[in-house]
Nanobody
Framework: QVQLVESGGGLVQAGGSLRLSCAAS????????MGWFRQPPGKEREFVAA????????NYVDSVKGRFTISRDNAKNSVYLQMNSLKPEDTAVYYC??????????????WGQGTQVTVSS
C-alpha cells in the first residue's frame, strides 16, 4: 500500500504552465509505476501520463504529447507533471496514481485526493 498526496494545482491562463507534485509514503516508492489521471467537470476520469520505476519509460495520452512531461525523483518519493502550453480543455481535477504491477491503466489502484487545475481562455 502507498499513500499519495497531490499539490500544485491552481488557476492559470491559456498558454501558461503549471507543475503538479505528488508525494508518496513508504520505503518502496521506487517499486511503483506512477501515473497521472484527470477528470474534467461532468466527464469520466481519463489517463494522462505514466512512468516506470526508473523513469526510463513514459507514456502519454495523445492530447498532451509535447506539452506535458512526467518525471519522478525516487530519493524524494515524488512524481511530477510539468504542464506547458495549457489549454482550457486541460481543466480538470488531476489525480496521482500508483501501480504495483504494470503501466497498464487497469493496474493503477492507489489514488491521491486530487488537485484542481483550471485554465482560463
Amino acid at each position: 500500500q502507498v499513500q499519495l498526496v497531490e499539490s500544485g494545482g491552481g488557476l492559470v491562463q491559456a498558454g501558461g504552465s503549471l507543475r503538479l507534485s505528488c508525494a508518496a509514503s513508504g520505503r518502496t516508492f521506487s517499486n511503483y509505476r506512477m501515473g497521472w489521471f484527470r477528470q474534467p467537470p461532468g466527464k469520466e476520469r481519463e489517463f494522462v501520463a505514466a512512468i516506470n520505476w526508473s523513469g526510463g519509460i513514459t507514456n502519454y495520452v495523445d492530447s498532451v504529447k509535447g506539452r506535458f512531461t512526467i518525471s519522478r525523483d525516487n530519493a524524494k518519493n515524488s512524481v511530477y507533471l510539468q504542464m506547458n502550453s495549457l489549454k482550457p480543455e486541460d481543466t480538470a481535477v488531476y489525480y496521482c496514481a500508483a501501480s504495483m504491477y504494470s503501466m497498464r491503466e487497469v493496474d493503477f489502484g492507489y489514488w491521491g485526493q486530487g488537485t484542481q487545475v483550471t485554465v482560463s481562455s
